[in-house]
């Protein structure tokens, strides 16, 4: 068994250790071999806010060391479960590991995680679906639903919150760290809405062509042109960088025009949080997906709202082969420098990353 490990205070000390198979799991549990995971920025907001928001508490790792979640596919290789079967496969939150043991309640979308330790942790995160096809998890789209879909996710959820808002009565919505994927995930879905404002993209100079050439952006400028962006219509700012120094920049410049802003990542780690000075203008608040996304689906209904989703994400996926080279990776050396990259911000925005351990 192979497990990814890092430094709960220091995401950049990493490790993996090589251990026994895990025992055979007990009844009412299965183990799952995982079997492929996507590596985004989004992975680094985990760890970044690992203590905040209990992302450590998903899988349990030695004193002072962490697991950081990813999004992927497992199959079940043993199980003491009625209604599910070796060979059985799932999509859902898992480890940075070759293996994991779960305690499944079955349902008919695929099952809920129930461990004790995991009792009071948002459901969002304990939901695994059964990767059928005919719930939308085509074999051939394996690489590109590990990669994109939890970013698109919370990408649909925050449009679908600020356009409820109604844009807070702002002309501009303006998004930091515009080239990472839940950025122009979260754009795509704005400028599908209707009567919406204008979407502004912050990026850094080095991923500007790539940002305007995806074609979601109204706008897209670099950090050094936050002095520019136009603010007479009032704006929405929303923060995936984390980046103190780009958060004080634009509230700055819009000061009495910035109407909200909303913090959701933290590309920019080593600086995130919601910390700083003083800021003018309306303190920052941070979106946490999950629980939009549990209010949405008890407004809407369970299959109403996965239907929206699913329709809406189904729309998105058609354009990714033309955004996204797709890079696969196996074992700790290739996972290690992918994820060095990221922390470093010298991922390439152009590439998916997809591992196996």
């Not at 704005?190 to 100079?205: H, K, Q």
């Not at 074609?215 to 960088?241: K, N």
């Not at 780690?269 to 008890?298: D, H, I, M, N, V």
């Not at 290690?336 to 998916?352: C, S, T």
Request: with cysteine; charged share 20%; hydrophobic share 45%.
């Amino acid at each position: 068994m192979t497990d990814f490990l890092v430094r709960r205070d220091d995401l950049r000390v990493w490790r993996t250790v090589e251990s026994d198979p895990a025992p055979a799991p007990a009844a009412g549990e299965i183990q799952l071999r995982v079997e492929r995971f996507g590596l985004t920025a989004n992975n680094i907001t985990y760890g970044a806010f690992g203590d905040q928001l209990g992302y450590w508490r998903f899988f349990a790792a030695p004193e002072g060391w962490g697991r950081i979640p990813i999004w992927g596919f497992g199959a079940v290789t043993a199980s003491g479960v009625d209604g599910i079967a070796v060979g059985d496969r799932f999509y859902g939150y898992l480890p940075m590991s070759s293996t994991v043991t779960m305690r499944p309640h079955v349902d008919a979308a695929g099952f809920v995680e129930q461990s004790p330790a995991r009792a009071d942790l948002a459901v969002f995160y304990n939901r695994y679906l059964r990767a059928l096809p005919e719930l939308g998890f085509a074999p051939a789209h394996d690489d590109v639903n590990a990669i994109m879909r939890p970013l698109f996710m919370t990408g649909w959820l925050l449009a679908d919150q600020l356009e409820e808002a109604g844009w807070h009565g702002a002309g501009a919505v303006v998004l930091a760290s515009a080239s990472s994927k839940t950025a122009f995930s979260t754009a795509f879905e704005l400028a599908a809405r209707s009567e919406r404002p204008a979407v502004v993209g912050l990026t850094s100079p080095a991923n500007l062509e790539f940002t305007r050439g995806l074609g979601c952006y109204d706008q897209v400028l670099t950090y050094d042109e936050v002095s520019t962006l136009p603010v007479e219509d009032g704006v929405v700012f929303v923060d995936m960088a984390g980046s103190p120094a780009v958060r004080q920049a634009v509230h700055e410049h819009a000061a009495d025009a910035l109407l909200a802003s909303i913090a959701v990542g933290a590309t920019h780690w080593e600086s995130g949080g919601l910390g700083g000075g003083e800021l003018p203008g309306p303190t920052p608040e941070f979106f946490f997906a999950p629980t939009r996304g549990e209010q949405r689906a008890a407004e809407l209904g369970a299959g109403r709202f996965q239907q929206q989703v699913g329709a809406a994400w189904a729309a998105f996926a058609d354009r990714l082969p033309q955004l996204l080279e797709i890079e696969s990776g196996s074992g700790a050396d290739a996972l290690g420098g992918a994820y060095d990259a990221f922390l470093n911000g010298n991922a390439d925005p152009r590439k998916g990353h997809v591992f196996t351990l």
